[in-house]
C-alpha cells in the first residue's frame, strides 16, 4: 500500500484542521513535512490514505489520535538558555521591580521544558542574591502530550 500520493487539496484540508483546532500554521513548503510525518502513521492504522487520516482527524470520538497527529506536526526547536538576550531582559525586569511580592511566570509552547528550567535557574539565583522574592512559581505548557511527558521527566543529555 502506497501512501507517497499527497494531493494539494488533502495538505489543506489537514493544515485547516491543525488550525482550526490547535493553532498550528503550515504554508505550502511544509506539505513534505507533514506527508512524511504522518505517511508512517497512516501505513502503521492500515488505513488506505491521507483521505482516510482526514475522516479520522475530523471524528470528534478520535481526540487521541488528533493529539497523537499534534505531536508528530510539532517541531520541538528547545535548548536551555536559546535566547541569551530574553533571560538579560528578563533579569533587568525582576530586578527592577520594587517588590518582592509573589511571582508567576507562564512559559508557553514550553517544548521539553529547557526555557522553563532556564528561567528557575535563573530565578533561583536571583534569590539566592536576594534580588526578588522567594514566592515564585513557573507553569510549562505546550500543545504537544509528548514533549510535556519528556519536560516532566527532567531528563536532559548532558552536552
Known amino acids: ?11 489543506k484540508r489537514i493544515s485547516a484542521i491543525m488550525y482550526e483546532a490547535a493553532g498550528l500554521s503550515f504554508n505550502d513548503s511544509k506539505k513534505s513535512l507533514i506527508q512524511s510525518r ?11 490514505g ?42 533587568q525586569e525582576l530586578a527592577s521591580r520594587k517588590t518582592k ?16 528550567y532556564s528561567t528557575a535557574m535563573l530565578l533561583a539565583d536571583m534569590q539566592m542574591q536576594g534580588r526578588i522574592g522567594s514566592d515564585w512559581s ?7 502530550h509528548r514533549v510535556l511527558l519528556s519536560a516532566k521527566e527532567a531528563i536532559y543529555p548532558a552536552d
Open 101 to 116: 511580592a509573589p511571582l508567576a511566570i507562564w512559559s508557553a509552547a514550553a517544548s521539553f521544558g529547557d526555557e522553563a
Open 50 to 91: 491521507f483521505g482516510a487520516y482526514i475522516k479520522l482527524l475530523e471524528d470528534e470520538s478520535q481526540a487521541a489520535e488528533f493529539q497523537m497527529a499534534v505531536d508528530m506536526l510539532t517541531t520541538n526547536e528547545t535548548y536551555f538558555f536559546r535566547e541569551p538576550k530574553h533571560y538579560e531582559v528578563l533579569e
Open 138 to 144: 513557573i507553569l510549562g505548557t505546550d500543545i504537544s
Open 1 to 11: 500500500m502506497s501512501h507517497s500520493k499527497f494531493s494539494d487539496h488533502e495538505f
Open 38 to 48: 504522518l505517511s508512517q502513521r497512516i501505513q502503521r492504522l492500515g488505513l488506505s
